[in-house]
């Protein structure tokens, strides 16, 4: 009875939902998602992945130059752990994780990854083959004198500080930075939709474009150029890109920028050598090139070389050791700037935030007017702090100089007043700092070698207010002290510095574009190609064989016969007009009887070999075809690249190719006979030269076809072989014509072949 009562009393239980613990929100979601997403990507760009083109930095970077200058690590000061400065950050400026942070601190103390360090590492700190650093329980750090020019300043009221995350601490929105960072370290960068990669650059070239812009702002980015000889990486390498290119690119903000690695030759015995790597480019480790390199030799992918070591201690010293001593090191460092990272591109793309807000694109002379106006802005401030502080230390001065021109009565007061303070300050017209630091001197002071010492500090404080005041309302004193600054820095990093010297150097890269490399790089020797009228080719090693001993399958007999090098390409031209090419290393061997030519390349059955030559690109060739017709062709144009061959003289059936004639450099005159024992002879300048095509007509012949043809020299004269001596033609006027007549009957002793040889 008494639950049930108890029950009763009770209040009725509501049947209402419970309030929500955070107002409904009544939006679309894609608006919501909109919103968040921008948020995000705002936090992305301008607090975490692009640097502010003032001080070049990124929050990361300068809350760990912040927090250091905290804990006092200068560079003449002892290092104190990396572990210490690690919790310094993340737990007053930086709340994320200390791996993160700890890889920035390492990065911007590594000498490979950094032109120009800001911390001093005590350690392992990692190396250019890509190992780790040790953990930062182990390694130490403090900052080094760039650094210090990036902070000096700070507590001169240089710049605007913030609230931390928490609101417990104060930080730098940006750093004085009395060092041009962002170019001279460059960085690099992903954030959402936009990226950001500058390359580092020489802090003394970077001086002299200030001091030029400062000089004449309407300068231009080319006259720049001129003093900026492009990046200045770390690892140092060669800069190989074209000037116009570098220009385009720093004119712009965006471009690409060739690098390769430095290499020297070493000389050993007899007449053997090995490439020695010495730089590398930017960014490349070096135990992946090695493995590369190592992977490209085991799968045969660099014939021409033969083994790659790694002699490096404190230097980088790459072995690189070439299989034969015949193979040029150009073309070998060619294949390999081709095909591992011992040659590589920076893109560039000078993407900063102007003021620490809005990213952009800026080309060279507005990243560097940008930093030149940052220090104007820092100059000013820091000289209207000083300003105030000299005023401050006036009015005390001129508190403590009444006090000596009436020391009796001042003590006489502070002796016998209860509150002297007052009783000073109407006494003799004090301020209250005035009054203040009087009653706060000590008595030692009063001697009078004393007061000698603050007139002297009063006068020369009355020197500095008037300069300071001019200074702050005068632009162009403000210039002129920020170019005197600049100055100032080019002495420090100049040429003649081991920091300030230049690393890359500008070179121009070899054009061996056109040249096959696994050609070139084969090895040389002579041989003598025999080719027989069946078809059968085969290549013996050495020239000035004996052809009396050369063998022949029965019922098969000699047929082409040429001497030529394994370097070489050997073309055939066959009775369809198409001309194909063999490698001279491909041949096979002069054991036997060779093999059959149709298995190397794709003649038909019912085509036949015409002619045998050596290719050269800067050599001419007359063809022909039974129908008279025919060209002058160049032989850089005959090579064909596959097997089928290169269709260059055009014939239908029952019409062939009869002809191919290399043509002399000194030759002008051309002589054509027919099958009908008519010869012709003409200006070989009536014969077109073609690429390909059927031709004009070279002679017109009734009843016959085109037999043979012979390029001469008109003053050396014509001549033709009779049986096995050589016949000269001295007077050749009868058989002068224009091309396309039908000719006369050819001297007497002219062989029965209808051939001139």
């Known amino acids: 009875m008494l639950n049930k009562t108890v029950m009763s009393k009770r209040a009725p239980k509501s049947t209402r939902p419970p309030e929500p613990p955070h107002p409904v929100i009544d939006q679309p979601f894609a608006e919501i998602l909109s919103e968040k997403y921008l948020s995000y990507a705002l936090s992305t760009i301008m607090s975490r992945s692009l640097p502010d083109v003032r001080d070049g930095l990124k929050p990361v970077h300068r809350r760990l130059l912040y927090a250091m200058d905290q804990l006092r690590l200068r560079p003449d000061l002892a290092p104190k752990k990396c572990a210490r400065v690690v919790g310094d950050v993340i737990g007053k400026y930086h709340p994320h994780g200390d791996l993160s942070v700890y890889d920035a601190l390492v990065r911007l103390a590594q000498d490979f990854s950094v032109r120009y360090p800001l911390i001093d590492g005590q350690g392992n700190f990692g190396n250019i083959d890509g190992d780790n650093a040790a953990a930062m329980r182990y390694t130490e750090a403090r900052l080094t004198d760039v650094a210090l020019l990036l902070l000096d300043g700070l507590d001169e009221d240089a710049v605007d500080f913030r609230a931390n995350y928490d609101g417990s601490e104060r930080e730098p929105i940006v750093l004085p930075a009395a060092f041009p960072n962002l170019l001279a370290n460059g960085a690099s960068g992903i954030a959402v939709g936009m990226a950001t990669n500058i390359p580092p650059h020489n802090v003394a070239e970077l001086c002299e474009a200030m001091l030029m812009i400062l000089d004449d702002p309407k300068v231009s980015v080319k006259d720049l150029l001129k003093v900026v000889k492009g990046p200045d990486f770390p690892t140092g390498g060669l800069l190989v890109e074209p000037k116009e290119n570098i220009r385009a690119a720093y004119e712009t903000g965006r471009g690409s920028m060739r690098l390769r690695a430095r290499w020297e030759q070493e000389e050993l015995k007899q007449g053997q050598y090995q490439i020695i790597v010495t730089e590398i480019p930017y960014q490349v480790q070096k135990s ?100 105030e502080k000299v005023k401050h230390r006036l009015e005390v001065l001129a508190g403590y100089l009444i006090v000596y021109l009436n020391i009796d009565k001042v003590i006489k007061i502070i002796r016998e007043e209860d509150e002297p303070k007052p ?335």
């Not at 007359?622 to 690249?641: I, N, R």
């Not at 051309?670 to 003409?682: E, P, Q």
């Open 288 to 387: 992946k090139l090695i493995e590369k390199i190592a992977e490209l030799i085991n799968n045969r992918k660099l014939p021409m070389l033969d083994d790659v070591r790694d002699e490096s201690a404190e230097d980088i010293r790459l072995v690189l050791v070439p299989k034969s001593r015949n193979v040029a090191p150009e073309l070998l460092m060619e294949a390999l700037f081709r095909q591992t990272d011992l040659e590589t591109r920076f893109a560039l793309n000078m993407n900063m935030l102007e003021d620490g807000r809005v990213p952009r694109v800026m080309n060279l002379k507005e990243a560097l007017q940008h930093w030149l106006e940052h220090q104007k802005v820092v100059l000013v401030r820091r000289s209207m702090h000083r300003l």
């Open 423 to 757: 009783r000073l300050m109407k006494t003799f017209k004090l301020s209250d700092v005035q009054a203040e630091a009087i009653l706060n001197m000590r008595l030692r002071s009063l001697r009078k070698l004393e007061e000698m010492e603050l007139k002297r500090e009063h006068d020369d404080l009355s020197q500095e207010q008037d300069a300071l005041e001019k200074l702050i309302g005068s632009e162009s004193r403000q210039w002129t002290r920020i170019k005197k600054q600049v100055g100032e820095l080019q002495k420090t990093f100049g040429p003649d510095t081991a920091l300030g010297k230049r690393r890359t150097k500008s070179a121009t890269a070899p054009t061996l574009e056109a040249v096959n490399l696994e050609e070139a790089l084969m090895e040389k020797e002579p041989v003598t190609i025999i080719c027989s009228a069946k078809g059968w080719i085969r290549a013996m090693k050495g020239h000035g064989l004996n052809h009396a001993e050369f063998k022949y399958k029965d019922g098969d007999r000699e047929g082409f016969i040429l001497e030529a090098q394994t370097t070489d390409k050997i073309l055939l031209f066959a009775t369809n007009g198409r001309f194909y090419t063999i490698g001279g290393d491909k041949l096979p061997p002069g054991r036997g009887f060779g093999e059959p030519v149709r298995l190397m390349i794709d003649l038909p059955n019912d085509a036949d070999i015409l002619s045998m030559l050596v290719h050269d690109p800067e050599s001419r060739l007359l063809v022909g075809s039974s129908s008279g017709h025919g060209f002058v062709v160049k032989g850089a144009d005959v090579l064909a690249q596959t097997k089928s061959g290169k269709q260059i003289l055009n014939v239908t059936a029952p019409e062939e190719a009869t002809l191919c004639r290399v043509i002399g450099a000194d030759h002008d005159m051309v002589a054509t006979i027919g099958s009908n024992r008519k010869m012709l002879i003409y200006k070989l300048e009536e014969v077109p030269e073609m690429a390909r095509g059927k031709g004009v007509i070279l002679q017109r012949i009734k009843d016959g076809s085109l037999a043979d043809a012979k390029t001469f020299n008109s003053k050396q004269g014509l001549t033709f072989r009779s049986g096995a001596k050589e016949v000269q033609v001295n007077d050749i006027k009868p058989w002068l014509g224009n091309r396309a007549g039908a000719g006369k009957l050819p001297p007497n002793g002219f062989p029965k072949s209808g051939r001139f040889s």
